[in-house]
C-alpha cells in the first residue's frame, strides 16, 4: 500500500485574523522596554510588529497560543510611551492593534565634556571627536545585553546590562602610536570594578578600573601601565570589558587615546 492521502483541487482561502491578543509590559531600562505579547491563529503561527505611531519599533514571532517577549529599541530616557501591538499570520491577516504602556527610566546626566584643549586624540567611542571605527559587539557566549542610546541630543552612550563580559571588535583597526593615555567614562549604579583590556592580534593587558556608584567615573589610564603586555598600539583591533560579578550593569561613553 502506498500514497494514500486525501485531496482537493482548489486552495483554502485563509481569511481568519489573530484572536486573543494580548500585550504585557515586563520591565524597562533607560533605552528599551520588554514586553509580552500573546495571541491565537488557525495558521499555527502569529507574527507580532510593535510600533510607536507609524514608525515600527520591534518586530517577533511565536506559535498560537504561546507567550512570547520582544525587546524594544530606541526609546528616549524618562519618557511614557504607548505602543501598539499589531498581531497578524503569514497571509497578512491582521488583527485590530493592542495598546501597551511603558514608561523608561530616569537615566543619568551625560558624562562631564572631555577637555581636549591642548591634546592630541585619537577616538574609538565619543562624540567629543569626529571619526572613529565601527565597533561590532563580539559573540562569545557572553550574558552581556548592550543598549545604545542617547542621554542628550548628540551624545551616545552604550549600556552594558547582565554584565560579564562583553567584547568590541573594531574596523578598522585603532592605531594608537604615540599616544599616553586611554580615556574612558563610566556610570554604574551596582558595581565597583571593572577591568579594562586593549587588545592588539596575540596581545592584551588588564588594567582594573574603581568605579563610584550612581556617578561618573572618569578615568585617564596610563599605557605604560600595560607595558608587560607587548601590545602593539598601532594595531588595536579589540576591546574587552570584564566584571569580577555577574549581572551588574553600567553606561560607558568617551572612549579615546590621548597625548
Do not use: C
Not at 495571541?39 to 510593535?50: F, I, L, P
Not at 542617547?150 to 574596523?171: K, R
Amino acid at each position: 500500500v502506498d500514497n494514500v492521502f486525501f485531496y482537493r483541487t482548489t486552495a483554502i482561502e485563509d481569511t481568519e485574523k489573530p484572536a486573543n491578543v494580548t500585550a504585557t509590559a515586563v520591565s524597562t531600562d533607560y533605552f528599551s522596554a520588554l514586553i509580552a505579547v500573546s495571541a491565537t491563529d488557525n495558521m499555527g503561527v502569529v507574527n507580532y510588529t510593535v510600533k510607536n505611531g507609524d514608525k515600527i519599533l520591534a518586530t517577533g514571532a511565536a506559535a498560537s497560543g504561546m507567550t512570547t517577549s520582544i525587546t524594544v529599541p530606541g526609546l528616549l530616557p524618562n519618557t511614557e510611551y504607548t505602543l501598539a501591538v499589531i498581531a497578524s499570520d503569514d497571509k497578512g491577516n491582521a488583527a485590530e492593534p493592542v495598546s501597551v504602556t511603558a514608561k523608561t527610566l530616569a537615566a543619568p546626566a551625560p558624562a562631564p565634556a572631555p577637555d581636549l584643549n591642548n591634546k592630541e586624540v585619537v577616538p574609538v567611542f565619543t562624540d567629543a571627536v569626529e571619526g572613529g571605527p565601527f565597533i561590532n559587539i563580539g559573540g562569545w557566549g557572553q550574558s552581556t545585553v548592550v543598549i545604545n542610546g542617547q542621554l542628550a541630543a548628540g551624545d551616545n552612550v552604550m549600556f552594558f546590562t547582565n554584565m560579564n563580559y562583553l567584547g568590541w571588535e573594531l574596523a578598522p583597526a585603532v592605531d594608537a602610536t604615540d599616544m599616553e593615555f586611554l580615556h574612558v567614562d563610566f556610570y554604574a549604579t551596582d558595581m565597583t570594578t571593572v577591568k579594562v583590556t586593549p587588545i592588539s592580534p596575540g596581545h592584551e593587558g588588564v588594567y582594573n578600573v574603581t568605579l563610584t556608584p550612581n556617578t561618573w567615573t572618569s578615568v585617564d589610564i596610563p599605557l605604560s601601565a600595560y607595558a608587560a603586555n607587548n601590545i602593539e598600539w598601532n594595531n588595536i583591533f579589540q576591546f574587552k570589558f570584564m566584571n569580577p560579578v555577574d549581572g551588574n550593569e553600567f553606561l560607558v561613553d568617551n572612549v579615546y587615546f590621548w597625548q
